[in-house]
């Protein structure tokens, strides 16, 4: 078992930047691939970005792509996603979510998942 939490959201004008940490305890996070989600009202959740357990790896959505850096400090038991450039397109509810598989991009392949922390950019 992993229990995740998300932290580090918050508002932010367009153009501002951001940092996410996902903590976790229970499990090594080093045995996940880590991924974000976002979510807004109404809308299916939605890849964001994802890491291989060793951080070797990274997969982006095409609408974050060098905007969004996931990285992870597995001694921590964390993953964080660095977000510049941010838009009023990017407000949402992030989750991030553990994985035994390699760099998967669909919810149904992840198993663990955090709660969630708002992320709301204003233009």
């Known amino acids: 078992q992993v229990q995740l939490v998300e932290s580090g959201g918050g508002s932010v004008q367009a153009g501002g930047s951001l940092r996410l940490s996902c903590a976790a305890s229970g499990r090594s996070t080093s045995n996940y691939a880590v991924g974000w989600f976002r979510q807004t009202p109404g809308k299916e959740r939605e890849f964001v970005a994802t890491?291989?357990?060793?951080?070797?790896?990274?997969r982006y959505a095409d609408s974050v792509k060098g905007r969004f850096t996931i990285s992870r400090d597995n001694p921590k038991n964390t993953v964080y996603l660095q977000m510049v450039s941010l838009e009023p397109e990017d407000s949402a509810v992030y989750y991030c979510?553990?994985?035994?598989?390699?760099?998967?991009?669909?919810?149904?392949?992840?198993?663990?998942w955090g709660q969630g922390t708002q992320v709301t950019v204003s233009s």
């Open positions: 890491i291989e357990r060793l951080g070797g790896s990274t």
């Open positions: 979510a553990a994985s035994g598989l390699l760099l998967p991009t669909v919810v149904s392949a992840y198993n663990y």
